[in-house]
Every structure is written in structure tokens, then in C-alpha cells.
């Protein structure tokens, strides 16, 4: 499906998550749209089952075609960013699994850049831009 979203430029975005079981890293959804706004609150209602079978807050990690403008006005611009989203307020269990688990995925993937966002407001367009342009 990766494939899909780096060579086709058919997907926009990919969220992954880690299976209840804690066994598997899996798709849990893959998406066309391009508005930024949408995917990103997919990524802060994110929920998974706490050990005792509750539901809380979860952690995903998340590959997007991002689009942006060149400052310079040299056109249009495409990265690939590999984003690993752990809320602060998701359980240890869960923050830590998907910690540990991050190099697995990240070496089968290609991605121009990674962003790790602890808090909603590190997933606003503008500062991810600010992460991802480096300037240009």
C-alpha cells in the first residue's frame, strides 16, 4: 500500500496502528482526500483499548504526501513524512510500545522526513510545514 502513496501518488495519507493484540503493526486506514484538517483529527480521536479492555487516547504512526509552497515561489513541493503521533495523555503502555515499535516500520518505508507530535498543536499545518520545508 506504501507504494501506492510514494510512486502512484494515489493515496494521501496512511494511518497505522498497533493491533489490539500488540502482535502486528496493520493499516488501519488509507485515504485520497487532501485536506489536512481531516486527516489530522483522525489521528487526535484516535482510540484504542487500554489493557483492562478500556477504551483511551492512542498513539499511531502515519505516512503523508505532504504538499506545500516553495517560499521562493519555485512551485509546488512533495515530501513524504513519516509521523509518529503519541499523545501525552495516551497510556505509558501504549506510548512505549509504539516507541519501541518505530524502527520496524520506519526501515521498511521511504519518507523525506519525521515528525514525532506529543500534542495537538504539533500537528497544525503550519508547524509541520515549518518542519518539513526546512526553509524552502
Known amino acids: ?8 501518488r494515489e493515496l494521501k495519507y496512511i494511518i497505522y496502528k498497533i493491533s489490539d493484540d500488540f502482535r502486528t503493526i496493520a493499516v488501519e486506514e488509507a485515504g485520497t482526500d487532501k485536506d489536512w484538517n481531516t486527516f489530522r483529527e483522525k489521528l487526535v480521536n484516535a482510540k484504542t483499548k487500554g489493557r ?3 477504551e483511551r487516547m492512542a498513539p499511531r504512526y502515519a505516512v503523508y504526501d505532504f504538499e ?6 519555485s512551485g509546488l513541493r512533495s515530501k513524504i513524512v513519516f509521523l509518529v503521533w503519541s499523545p501525552d495523555d495516551a497510556g505509558i503502555f501504549s506510548r512505549m510500545l509504539y516507541a519501541s515499535s ?3 516500520l520506519k526501515h521498511s518505508l521511504g519518507f523525506a522526513a519525521e515528525i514525532q507530535a506529543n500534542s495537538e498543536e504539533d500537528i497544525v499545518f503550519d508547524a509541520i510545514i515549518v518542519k518539513v520545508s526546512k526553509g524552502n
Request: proline fraction near 0%.
Open 102 to 104: 518505530k524502527a520496524a
Open 68 to 73: 506545500y509552497e516553495a517560499k521562493d515561489g
Open 1 to 8: 500500500m506504501f507504494k501506492e502513496l510514494e510512486l502512484k
Open 52 to 54: 483492562g479492555g478500556e
